[in-house]
């Protein structure tokens, strides 16, 4: 009998799956739920935008049985390749970010000709070394088309925000840091990137990425700019990513591109890339994570 309950309750409640936890996705799915216990996902929830399949190990490596675990993706790209690596047990959901409250409320007040700038980070598993090099040569690039904007912010990953030689060397460019902190136990993550962001008109990076489809939907004004950061980059956790995927969207998205950026907002991309069409109501997203107490028993 006593340990029947402890048990019962580490196998149902209190969510311990990592990749779910990542961003404060889970924190954010229960918060829109409207869900009283802290259940388990059935699953496990892709962690942001991506140009693969979306789930968070190398296909090659993943046996049957991790395959036919349940997977929830943010768009139809990424169910048609993870069907493609033998995932057959995958459903579309939408980006964790667009469950956030209040998330297609328009807000640019005082934000005027501001900019923030998401150079692509390294993360805790990225063994890729120091990157000062290509934040140098960035910064760089950048003071090409600063001028044209009244305040410059960049945003860090966590593990260039504790780099003071790259954190020095943007200060001495006359340019604001943030960071939205560490992606693990960090639940207020992507709640810290929207208010962050709606503080900008503008937006840009170097690469697609998450920031790019995220500040979309926020009806920014993004393009891209500069040298990919990505270039040169070995197998991704996602496994055989193609090494140029940035000029795979440069192609589909040219309105995006600094060269034929018209300073203009386009929403669609953003709703298009993040599953917006996909989003589940509360009572849907319960019904599909399990979330009831007869499930349970």
């Known amino acids: 009998m006593y340990h029947f309950p402890k048990k019962f309750f580490r ?17 954010i799915l229960k918060r829109y739920s409207k869900t009283l ?6 699953g496990e929830v892709q962690h942001g935008w991506s140009p693969d399949h979306g789930i968070a190990a190398n296909p090659f490596l993943h046996n049957e049985s991790d395959k036919s675990k349940r997977y929830y993706l943010i768009n139809k790209n990424n ?23 209040n998330i297609l409320k328009k807000n640019n007040s005082g934000a005027e000709k501001n900019i923030i700038f998401f150079p692509l980070h390294t993360h805790e598993y990225d063994c890729a070394g120091d990157p000062y090099n290509n ?36 200060k001495d460019h006359g340019m604001k ?7 693990d136990n960090n639940p207020n993550f992507l709640y810290k990137f929207f208010e962050i962001v709606n503080n900008h008109e503008y937006v840009s990076s170097e690469s697609f990425s998450s920031a790019i489809f995220y500040s979309l939907l926020l009806r920014k004004k ?38 034929n950026f018209n300073h203009k907002p386009h929403f669609e991309i953003g709703q298009k890339e993040l599953g917006f069409d996909h989003k589940l109501t509360p009572k849907k997203l319960r019904e599909t994570f399990g979330w009831s107490i007869k499930n349970i028993f």
């Open 11 to 27: 196998e149902n409640f209190w969510e311990s799956n990592t990749d779910n936890l990542y961003y404060g996705h889970y924190n």
């Open 37 to 42: 216990f802290p259940y388990k996902i059935n």
């Open 79 to 101: 169910k048609k390749k993870s069907l493609g690596y033998g995932y057959n047990n995958v459903i579309i959901m939408g980006a964790p970010f667009i469950y956030l409250p």
């Open 135 to 170: 934040y140098f040569y960035y910064l760089k690039e950048l003071r090409k088309i600063t001028k044209f904007f009244r305040f410059i912010t960049i945003c860090l990953g966590w593990r260039e925000y504790n780099n003071k030689k790259i954190t020095d060397l943007i």
């Open 177 to 183: 840091i943030v960071t939205m902190g560490p992606r």
């Open 222 to 259: 993004v393009f891209i700019y500069g040298k990919s950061m990505s270039w040169g980059e070995k197998e991704t956790w996602e496994g055989k990513l193609d090494l140029n995927y940035n000029k795979v969207y440069s192609n589909k998205y040219p309105q995006l591109m600094w060269e």
